[in-house]
């Protein structure tokens, strides 16, 4: 660790969000420096409550993060946002929206926006979120949220990482969506029916306590909000409050390792695939080749490759 990166930490450390966001930059972005920092940073964390935020695309996730952070901006606790948005890898429409809808915090210091876009981070996306949440709590963010469009298991996988995940549906969603929710309600520790305003909000909020009475173990707790107007979402941050102080040390000290070894594994995993197809770009050249001229198959390729001494 260098002078460099120990001023760095020192400004994250103190809460200057200037030097917040040129921390995830460099964490997102520099394969040196940004594991630099992490690790002077590493020895300071504070315990942040994790919030992952998932759901079908249009389900109202920002705007209700957006009223869950001045709920707690109320209750006097300094939040942060991660918004990871799967589809645009620079500013594409997305983010431009959740800018302006979050933009009643515009002048905060004790809320903190960023976007992360999911195609183009070091390690993947999983990685980089976690990273950027070790900033945040490290620069004493109370309240750290990652918000995922719960389109694939990777975007569930990342919400799911959290100490509370929240499930946001809304009603309106085809059969396509209904498959999802499946997949989604397994993650859930609290589940949000929003656009309570909208026909279809009561027989959604039924059928998915019909699903949950199929289950065993006790429900999550369904709430309904209308996030456009604030109703029920000071009720959801008490939820979410509740969720969190209900864990007790043992099962967020439980979580917190079973986050660690899940990023471990997925460190270990990258690194050695990196080593293992930087040894072989050649021989993958010239059997692709092969492949495409119909000389090879895809499997038999394989096989070469997974035979081969080196
Ligand atoms: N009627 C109604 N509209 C809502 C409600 N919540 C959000 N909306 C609207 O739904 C649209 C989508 O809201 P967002 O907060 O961007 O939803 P999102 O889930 O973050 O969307 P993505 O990030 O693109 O997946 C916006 O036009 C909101 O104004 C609600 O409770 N009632
Ligand atoms: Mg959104």
Redesign the pocket.
Known sequence: VTRAETLDAASVLRGDLGAVARALTLVESDRTRGPALLAALAGHRRRAHRVGVT??????????VSGLAASWRRAGRRVAIL?VDPTSPFTGG?LL??RI?MGEHHGDQGVFIRSLASRGALGGVSAATADCADVLEAAGFDVVVV?T?GVGQGEVEVARRSDTTVV?L?PGSGDEVQGMKAGLLEVADVVVV?????DGADALASALEGAFALRSGPPPPLLR?????GRGVEELRVALDRHVAAQGEEERGRRRVDRARHRIRDEVDRRRQEDWWSSRAERLDALARAVAEGEETVASASSRLLGDGR
């Open positions: 759901g079908p695309p249009g389900a109202g996730k920002s705007t209700l918004a997305a929206g959740d809808r918000e469009v946001v809304a929003n656009q309570a305003d909208r909000t209308v996030a456009t107007t």
